[in-house]
């Protein structure tokens, strides 16, 4: 499965409904393939979204051509504990709390990081973290959500 031309995808069917692609996952078992889109349009997303969303992705004729039998589709808000992404998605929340997964460990053995992001300059993203500020680039971003 091609996963970058899923997405593009779903980029432009969520731009089509105004909504911004947060993130997917497919999710498989030997039971069952399952595609959860999570969209968001500024922190409003209601149930008529979601099934708008849902629509939008079954009326596509593009998409059954990523999965070879059926599969379920669960379109969804991020929730509060959003995934962070972009580099918009950093500058948005700045001043929020989040916890970033670095790819690497850092001089002080650390690579979990849960603080207020302090601000953003080029593609690092500086974050305090019980008071001292480390700057993450965001390429080395393993995982990052807002934590509330």
């Given amino acids: 499965m091609n ?6 995808l779903l980029l432009n069917l969520s731009k089509d409904g105004n909504y911004e692609l947060v993130d997917f996952q497919v999710i498989s078992n030997t039971k069952e393939v399952k595609l959860i889109v999570f969209i968001d349009n500024g922190g409003n ?3 008529e979204d979601c099934v708008k969303m849902n629509n939008l ?3 596509s004729k593009d998409i059954d051509n990523f ?4 599969y379920i589709l669960e379109v ?36 979990v990081f849960t603080g207020s992001i302090e ?17 993450i680039n965001l390429k080395d971003i393993e995982k990052a959500n807002l934590n509330i």
């Fill in 3 to 8: 996963l970058k031309k899923l997405e593009d």
């Fill in 45 to 47: 997303i209601t149930i």
């Fill in 57 to 59: 992705i079954d009326e």
């Fill in 67 to 70: 999965f070879e039998n059926s």
């Fill in 76 to 111: 969804s808000s991020p929730g509060p504990n959003r995934p962070l992404k972009k580099l918009d998605d950093f500058q948005r929340y700045i001043g929020r709390k989040v916890k970033i997964k670095s790819i690497s460990i850092l001089d002080d053995g650390k690579n």
């Fill in 119 to 135: 601000k953003i300059s080029d593609n690092d993203i500086e974050i305090n973290d019980s008071g001292k500020l480390y700057k």
